[in-house]
């Protein structure tokens, strides 16, 4: 459906409700990457859309995050993406050493998480 249209459908009950959008996008935009660039511009504007939501909805109570993980293992892209032996090699970049799971990014998009708490927008957590 696509973040745009999400938004769309959805700013009517988030404003009458206080509630809370979140995003998901990446991080491939923050560095070229070869043969990405409509990638990256998708992820960037993904991110420029939650701060807009948050700045111009925010005096309405609605919050606006978004969540850019890194590589996840055993995601289509990273498959696609990364060569097996580009794989085992690419968490030596990471501080944990390892790629993502798609565990851990389901459970930042959990709504009882501390960090989604009434206080934060109009961040991007990486």
Request: charged share 20%; with cysteine.
């Amino acid at each position: 459906m696509g973040a745009y249209n999400t938004l769309k459908a959805t700013i009517p009950q988030l404003k009458k409700t206080k509630g809370s959008i979140l995003f998901v996008s990446a991080t491939i935009h923050y560095r070229g990457t070869v043969l990405q660039a409509h990638v990256s511009a998708a992820k960037a504007a993904i991110d420029a859309l939650s701060q807009v939501v948050a700045v111009e909805f925010g005096p309405f109570g609605v919050r606006s995050n978004v969540i850019s993980p890194g590589g996840i293992e055993g995601t289509e892209g990273v498959e696609r993406l990364m060569p097996k032996e580009f794989r085992e090699k690419s968490g030596s970049g990471v501080p944990l050493g390892r790629l993502g799971t798609v565990e851990e990014i389901a459970d930042c998009t959990g709504i009882d998480l501390p960090w989604i708490g009434w206080k934060l927008t109009r961040s991007v957590h990486i």
